[in-house]
């Protein structure tokens, strides 16, 4: 009896040709072996079509898949059994136009934003760099420029040289621009409304009594440093409460969360949000 089905490890009693899916699924994934001959608890119980799958799979998968695989003949108390090898591809493979993803031991097919993020991250790129051909120049928020050039000259990290540039000098060397078109992480840092382009593209802050009660709630629009500021300070001023207290004649509020961490998980939820 071989080990059990595994991320990297599927058995199947024979052979049918759907079964490229699985093929698909490991080169997508981190690669991994069809074994053909054995059933759904490990036991070797033979293939009869064992030589004839050693001649025909290589070629069916390069044909359907455009990949190569190891196809090997093992035998276990005189029952033959086919393994094959899959690597893992570093471009997305599809089959019949669909594209699979082996997960534990199961086989997912990629569908939505799931496929989108996938395609994206196997050509290198992220959602937020991708072209927006709709937007231009003329959609970038001049407050949102000052503003962004006020945080740079503060924190040091452009030289004043840079930072004299026009806006789109300056866009093109954040490298937001890609041949004649903007990414779509300009328009959610500098246009006056993201929302034009990109669906979602706020905050909203809800105060709940239980899990299921909410009591209050308010959206917080423009952009992401607008976001990032006022949303700070709604939470400080109206969300959390702070404990008062006394140093001599000098009154100290302190709040449940330091002003410092509740900015840095602010920062880290707006920067690592999945707007896909």
Known sequence: MLKQESQHTEWKETWRDDYLRWVCGFANAQGGRLLLGVNDKGQVVGLSEAAKLLEDLPNKVR?????????????????????????????????????????????????????DRFLLGRHGRTWDGV???????????????ARFRQLAQRSGRLDAET???????????????????YQRATALLFAADPQRFVTGAFVKVGYFESETEL??????????????????????????????????????????????????????????????
Do not use: C, W
């Open 63 to 115: 044909d359907l898949l455009g990949i190569v695989v190891d196809v090997n003949l093992h035998d276990e108390a005189d029952l033959p059994y086919v393994e094959v090898v899959v690597q893992a591809y570093p471009n997305p493979i599809s089959y019949r136009g669909h594209y699979y993803m082996r997960s534990g031991s199961t086989l997912q097919e990629l569908k939505g934003a799931a496929l």
């Open 131 to 145: 072209p927006l051909p709709q937007f231009s120049l003329a959609d970038v928020s001049a407050p949102a420029m």
């Open 163 to 181: 930072l004299a540039e026009s806006d789109a000098n300056l866009l093109d060397k954040l490298r937001l621009k890609e041949g004649a078109y």
């Open 215 to 276: 009591l209050y709630h308010d959206e917080v629009e423009g952009d992401l440093f607008h976001q990032v500021k006022n949303t700070l300070d709604l939470l400080l001023s109206k969300y959390l409460k702070a404990v008062i207290s006394y140093d001599g004649i000098v009154r100290v509020e302190t709040f449940p969360v330091p002003r410092a961490a509740l900015r840095e998980a602010l920062l880290n939820a707006l920067v690592h949000r999945d707007y896909a």
